[in-house]
């Protein structure tokens, strides 16, 4: 994923609304309850192994 793509939320975290639009920045703004937010990957975590 370069920098100019954005993550896309399926639902507002907040309130559970599926209207969101796109905003300046990366972020995101919900219609239903006129929050504003962003989402960022951060990684994959995977488990440690233990050799036994």
Not at 11 to 40: H, I, M, N, Q
Not at 42 to 49: K, R, W
Request: aromatic residues 12%; glycine residues 14%; negative net charge.
């Amino acid at each position: 994923m370069t920098s100019t793509e954005r993550a896309v939320p399926y639902y507002c975290p907040f309130c559970g609304d599926e209207d969101l639009r796109p905003e300046e920045g990366g972020g995101w703004l919900c219609a239903g309850c006129r929050r504003t937010f962003s989402v960022k990957f951060h990684g994959l975590s995977l488990p440690e192994v233990s050799r036994g």
